[in-house]
């Protein structure tokens, strides 16, 4: 069989995406020059979470994944971020492909809970790679990938963050069952709210209404005897 070596070589945001989405750049090498017709690539990338350190400001953002830092040495367990699939085109040797992953500003999903928490620095990645390659001088011949390939790779976080300003700028996102949805939205008709934003201002606000200016202290108005008043 074909022996095949996977380097993840940068990752940048994808500027032109409709939504939130990472390019991967994977240089694939094929062992004695071998020829590739092509290869039917999976790719599964994961978060290997206990390969860096956490500030902590970070592991405060974490407790809800991992528990109480106390508790990391079990819980600090790899975290599913995507699984994506690529048609990688015939080469000799040596080649080099986009690998585009989706992502979602879900906070629901873990992993994005986890990029969400880290404030600099690098994101563990491990990509592990199968799939299906056709190769041969002369004629096809169809091999599997085998199971054991795999890249490790460290992610900047202003790179997710970036991508994130891109299409939520200044933003959150949260998500809510639909009959929460038709109250708040029967609610910012009653009102006739100009966005959603207003609506929710206005539900904190009832929830817990500004306290009214404590009684004024004479001190605090007029001078000390001890202090000169102004002309």
Do not use: K
């Not at 592991?59 to 990391?72: C, H």
């Not at 008709?189 to 959603?196: G, K, M, T, V, Y």
């Not at 929710?200 to 008043?229: C, F, I, K, N, S």
């Amino acid at each position: 069989m074909t022996e095949f070596a996977f380097t993840c070589t940068g990752v940048r945001a994808d500027a032109y995406a409709a939504g939130p989405t990472l390019v991967f750049r994977l240089r694939i090498t094929a062992a004695g020059g071998a020829r590739v017709h092509a290869i039917a690539l999976r790719c599964q990338i994961r978060i290997e979470p206990a390969r860096r350190g956490y500030g902590a400001t970070e592991a405060e953002g974490l407790t809800d994944l991992f528990g109480e830092r106390s508790r990391w040495g079990n819980t600090l367990q790899p975290v599913q971020f995507a699984h994506v699939s690529v048609m990688v085109p015939s080469f000799t040797g040596e080649t080099e492909t986009d690998l585009v992953v989706p992502c979602t500003y879900d906070m629901d999903i873990a992993a994005t809970r986890y990029f969400e928490a880290l404030a600099e620095g690098e994101v563990p990645l491990l990509m592990l790679f199968s799939g299906t390659a056709f190769t041969g001088d002369a004629g096809f011949r169809v091999e599997p990938v085998p199971w054991d390939r795999e890249a490790p790779y460290r992610m900047p976080v202003a790179v997710w963050r970036e991508m994130v300003e891109q299409h939520f700028p200044g933003c959150g996102w949260l998500r809510l069952p639909r009959d929460t949805m038709d109250e708040l939205l029967a609610f910012r008709s009653r009102h006739a709210l100009a966005s959603w934003e207003a609506t929710v201002r206005a539900l904190l606000d009832a929830a817990d209404p500004p306290q009214p200016p404590g009684p004024v202290r004479l001190g605090a108005v007029l001078p000390r005897l001890t202090e000169r008043a102004a002309p």
